[in-house]
């Protein structure tokens, strides 16, 4: 258990308005993550974080922002959802600078009408 | 931009028996991780092996071990004495040291009695 949570762990909202995603960690990792699933392309990362107030834009971005006012909490927002946003969103950690090996919480399943 | 392939949509295997899912990716970079991740119905990624690009032994975990080959830049994980707990989709992961990970698109694997 890598101790990361996240919230809401499903949502379906309309196209148009805005959603928050938030993942939570216990561990005061360093390194946050957010990625999109969706079936034929695994998964693909949309930011990432590497302290507070620092981030970084990922494969799949537009359409997203992230924010880090504290370590333990990494919010992605969707300004106006749409359709194709509908998707299951994993937040990661990675616990050691060095191996760089991700370890993922429990996924969030949005859904966009 | 760093690619992966697993060119094995679907597998299946019966009980106790080695089951072999392929991995190859394409990159410039000389220093970089790969991974085999696990996720079962349950949604959960499982983080299952790591390999390391500057070392040449291959990695070992209990039933898990990889074959790999960074000249071919394969990849492939071998499950030994196949049980029922690893059914599962199972996702090949490259990693530079840019924080950037890449998933190919996922094998699902069935384990049958």
């Known amino acids: 258990d890598a101790g990361i949570t996240q919230s809401p762990r499903h949502k379906v909202t309309e196209t148009g308005t805005p959603v928050t995603l938030r993942c939570h960690q216990t561990e005061n990792h360093r390194y946050m993550y957010w990625y999109r699933q969706d079936p034929g392309h695994g998964l693909r990362l949309i930011h990432y974080s590497y302290g507070v107030k620092d981030t970084d834009k990922g494969e799949v971005s537009d359409g997203y922002s992230v924010s880090r006012s504290k370590t333990e909490d990494f919010l992605l927002t969707l300004e106006s959802a749409t359709s194709s946003q509908t998707s299951v969103y994993f937040c990661?950690?990675?616990?050691?600078?060095?191996?760089?090996?991700?370890?993922f919480g429990p996924g969030t399943r949005l859904t966009v009408t | 931009a760093q690619t992966v392939t697993q060119s094995q949509p679907e597998m299946s295997v019966q009980e106790a028996e080695t089951v072999t899912l392929s991995c190859t990716y394409d990159t410039s970079e000389n220093n970089y991780y790969l991974f085999w991740y696990k996720q079962p119905p349950s949604r959960q990624m499982i983080l299952v092996i790591r390999q390391e690009a500057y070392k040449q032994q291959n990695a070992t975990e209990n039933r898990f071990s990889v074959n790999f080959q960074k000249a071919a830049k394969s990849f492939s994980l071998k499950i030994s004495d196949s049980q029922l707990g690893d059914t599962a989709m199972y996702f090949c992961a490259f990693m530079k040291v840019s924080n950037d990970m890449r998933f190919g698109a996922g094998t699902r694997l069935t384990v049958k009695p």
């Open positions: 990661a950690i990675n616990p050691s600078g060095n191996s760089y090996e991700q370890y």
